[in-house]
């Protein structure tokens, strides 16, 4: 996801011909319009977030204790009603919109990046799994241990992301997102170790980061936090006028006086205190950052004071709106806030999209943009053999064949190493005859029956998720690009739980890519094709997912403990209970797909270079990129279909494979045999690293994918490149 521009003129009026254009309207003129309407707006849903809730309390009375009429304020049921609940719980919900809003402006403006979110500096998976820790090791059960333990994980997640983007280069952009998203994957991932194995922890975690202002009682919760919101608004208004300088560029901003890295690492101070507060306080309300600082600039520009005040005023009301919507759809009980703000922010985003004022944005076109591939490394001194039969000749790339086959090495060695981890005491030497079917016949059936179905299910997940990685970052053309950012990965995953909840059975292999491709058909009909400019397909695509999610969380919150454990290691990934049966319609997949990746990655690889180059060359975009697209979500979605959404293999596998093939060549086969050896291992890890206890294969890849994030992408080759 590459950085862009984040202001330019309004779209061009429609006007009758032969007409003079209209001035254009100045956004200083729009601004204030949409200010005043914000504030109208933000009184009106308080004065409903008042009057609603548990009780027979309406507004008259509520307006009562509020000026005091009467002596409203000694009735000791409406002190507690209005004074005690529904004052504290409104305020907080104030507060923490406000909070999350302008932390979503303030990292949008200093990433550069408007679809940048308040969770990428790592505070929710910090929060979450200081929750799970206080939980599973302390056994804290109250919510004041709950709000002391995710502010401190918080804080602890974003020090080590400033750390990690401060040690070189001071504390960039792209390091701070980078270092985010390794720093956040790597706590996600020991959170979900510790969840998988306790059921207990499990139980009261799913409540929690569904997100609810339910426990807002009183005043002490938010005075404890208090000082430290208002240290976060405080060091937020600060950073204003550098923020300013640092959009017209680093050298320009030191020249008027300014230090970009410290303004950086003000900014994300800043955050973190907002966003860490508001983590504590409701739970972990993730997509409404990165809602409310898109429409705040939608509106009313890039001018990054008003940009922060609007967003701080629309964070505040959506989450006020989300919160009386929760206390009111589903009486006598409450919604989860953070599925109401998906469920309300995703479309309302999605509209924002496709109207006219998202051109105030001049988003460009994220391949255009993207950053040039990697130079070609010179050729080496001895020329490729060339095969040659009459007039036919074949050459044959050195580098790449020897990368295919030391993969296929490896892969081999994995398999075998695979089929030997167990609880049998099986010597490898039996283990590798009853690979092969030779051997005693006991060993052949535990062998051959019961893992090396695992086997097979995962060597064919991770060659689809490889290959799907390696279309998708070659069609992008840029290495952090993924299926997941379309949505895919979500969308199987909750086609695949709902068949399981509408048929009873689990475990349906078709569910997953039908989900996949009924993702991105809602992306594809909604953005106005795949094809559409802009950062259009990716917000509507994050949109999407934020939908896919919170029905992901409603149905893992609504089954029993143990239906929702088991259904929760297969969201994290995993292999458990998969064998050929699940296996034999991805591998199937891959006969089909797999050739006809070979075929259009001859065309693909044209389209390094400029679009007029590859139509020169006579290569048609448009088509490449749909094939491409449509059959890396094809991928994509039989492997969700058999696994659960592993991370970071389909990232890791195409550049790992591209290291070793070289850079001039788009790298389909070594990407699938790497997607396959990387999933092989990480179930044999996971099942042999605990003694009796098994780690799902998807949380191993996210625990070691942070740090491969960090290696790949931060290292001095990468980042000269």
Do not use: K
Request: overall charge positive.
């Amino acid at each position: 996801m590459t950085s862009s521009q984040v202001g330019a003129p309004e779209a061009p009026a429609v006007t009758a011909p032969g007409a003079p254009p209209p001035p254009a309207r100045p956004l200083r003129e729009r601004a204030w319009p949409v200010a005043v309407g914000a504030v109208a707006v933000l009184l009106a849903l308080t004065a409903l977030s008042l009057s609603v809730g548990a009780g027979e309390v309406g507004p008259g009375r509520v307006l009562d204790y509020l000026l005091d009429r009467g002596g409203a304020r000694a009735d000791s049921r409406l002190a507690l009603v209005v004074g005690e609940l529904r004052l504290p719980r409104t305020l907080t919900a104030l507060l923490v919109g406000a909070a999350l809003g302008v932390a979503g402006a303030q990292l949008q403006s200093v990433t550069r990046n408007p679809l940048a979110e308040t969770g990428l500096l790592g505070v929710n998976a910090g929060a979450s799994l200081g929750v799970v820790l206080g939980i599973a090791v302390l056994g804290v059960q109250t919510s004041y241990g709950y709000l002391a333990l995710a502010f401190g994980g918080a804080v602890l997640a974003s020090t080590l992301v400033l750390l990690i983007a401060g040690s070189r280069g001071g504390g960039s952009p792209v390091r701070l997102v980078l270092g985010g998203s390794a720093v956040g994957a790597t706590f996600g991932g020991i959170t979900g170790v510790i969840i998988v194995n306790s059921p207990e922890t499990y139980d009261r975690y799913r409540i929690w980061v569904l997100g609810s202002l339910a426990g807002v009682e009183g005043w002490t919760t938010l005075g404890q936090l208090a000082p430290v919101l208002g240290a976060g608004f405080l060091l937020a208004l600060l950073t204003t006028r550098p923020l300013t300088a640092l959009a017209l560029g680093d050298d320009l901003a030191r020249g008027l006086g300014h230090r970009p890295g410290a303004t950086r690492a003000a900014v994300a101070a800043a955050v973190t205190l907002l966003t860490a507060s508001a983590v504590a306080l409701a739970g972990p309300i993730s997509f409404l950052g990165l809602l409310a600082g898109f429409l705040a600039r939608a509106l009313a520009g890039p001018r990054i004071g008003r940009l922060t005040l609007l967003a701080g005023l629309f964070g505040a009301a959506v989450l006020t709106g989300a919160d009386v919507l929760a206390r009111v759809i589903a009486r006598p009980f409450e919604a989860p806030v953070s599925v109401i703000v998906a469920l309300v922010g995703a479309p309302a985003l999605i509209a924002m999209v496709r109207s006219r004022r998202s051109a105030a944005l001049a988003l460009g076109d994220p391949a255009a943009e993207a950053p040039p591939v990697q130079r070609a490394e010179p050729r080496p001194a001895r020329p490729d053999p060339a095969l040659r039969y009459g007039a036919w000749s074949l050459l044959v790339p050195r580098r790449p064949l020897l990368a295919g086959l030391g993969l296929a090495a490896a892969l081999l060695t994995a398999v075998v190493a695979a089929a030997h981890a167990g609880q049998s005491e099986l010597g490898l030497g039996r283990t590798f005859q009853a690979v092969f079917g030779h051997g005693e016949r006991l060993d052949v059936l535990l062998v051959q029956r019961f893992r090396l179905g695992r086997i097979v299910a995962g060597l064919a997940a991770g060659a689809a998720l490889g290959l799907a990685g390696c279309l998708t970052q070659t069609l992008a053309r840029n290495r952090l690009a993924t299926p997941e950012l379309l949505g895919v990965n979500d969308g199987a995953t909750a086609a695949v739980l709902i068949s399981a909840t509408a048929s009873g059975t689990f475990g349906a292999w078709w569910a997953g890519p039908l989900g996949a491709l009924a993702a991105v058909l809602v992306v594809s009909l909604v953005s106005g094709g795949l094809g559409a400019r802009g950062y259009r397909v990716l917000v509507v695509g994050l949109a999407m997912s934020a939908l896919a999610s919170a029905v992901i969380q409603v149905a893992l919150a609504r089954r029993s403990l143990n239906s929702a454990g088991s259904l929760y290691v297969w969201t994290s990934g995993s292999l458990n209970g998969r064998d050929y049966t699940v296996a034999t319609p991805v591998l199937v997949g891959l006969a089909v797909l797999v050739p006809t990746a070979l075929v259009v990655a001859r065309r693909l690889a044209v389209l390094r270079f400029d679009d007029s180059v590859a139509a020169s060359l006579g290569v048609d975009p448009g088509r490449v990129r749909l094939a491409c697209l449509l059959l890396a979500v094809a991928l994509a979605g039989l492997a969700v279909g058999v696994c659960g959404p592993v991370g970071f293999v389909a990232l890791a596998a195409p550049v790992l494979a591209a290291r070793l093939a070289g850079p001039t060549r788009v790298p389909v086969l070594g990407s699938a045999l790497t997607g396959a050896l990387l999933v092989v291992l990480a179930d044999t890890l996971g099942r042999v690293l605990i003694g009796g206890v098994e780690i799902p294969v998807g949380i191993v890849t996210t625990v070691l994918g942070g740090p491969f994030l960090l290696w790949v992408l931060l290292g001095r080759r990468q980042s000269a490149a």
